[in-house]
């Protein structure tokens, strides 16, 4: 396993850990360029009061602001959990080419699901759709749940 994908993931499983603590569903992301975090995310929704606050669109918010720029093709995101179709499509629209994910969660996934916008081809405007690397920490990201 690549060791890059387990210490980023790490603080991702850090980042579960407060926003479980705080009352939020217990999901943390980073985005990584060129081997720097440059954004992260923990799931807020409840916090908040507004379903937009995921763990990777919050993420995906501190990386354009960070590189004041909407296009993180040449990023990475990880992420605990595997993102909702409504985080898929801000990934594909940021252009974001691999995601790093620590499990999958099936009917709401935006890879897994029925609905699998991480790897839909026929809206040109995205492009390629992301590298997918899922099972990264599964265990620790699956023990946030319990």
Request: proline fraction near 3%.
């Amino acid at each position: 396993m690549n060791k890059d994908h387990e210490f980023y993931m790490h603080r991702c499983v850090a980042l579960g850990i407060l926003a479980g603590h705080r009352g939020d569903s217990p999901v943390g992301s980073v985005i990584v360029k060129d081997g720097h975090i440059i954004g992260e995310g923990i799931e807020g929704g409840k916090t908040n009061m507004d379903i937009t606050f995921h763990a990777e669109i919050e993420a995906i918010r501190h990386a354009t602001h960070a590189l004041k720029s909407q296009d993180l093709s040449d990023c990475t995101l990880y992420t605990t959990h595997e993102p909702c179709i409504m985080c898929s499509y801000v990934i594909r629209h940021a252009k974001i080419n691999t995601v790093v994910m620590g499990m999958t969660t099936g009917e709401i996934g935006g890879y897994s699901s029925l609905y699998p916008i991480l790897k839909d081809t026929s809206i040109k405007h995205w492009g390629t759709p992301p590298t997918i690397i899922t099972g990264i920490l599964e265990d620790h990201c699956r023990g946030l749940h319990k």
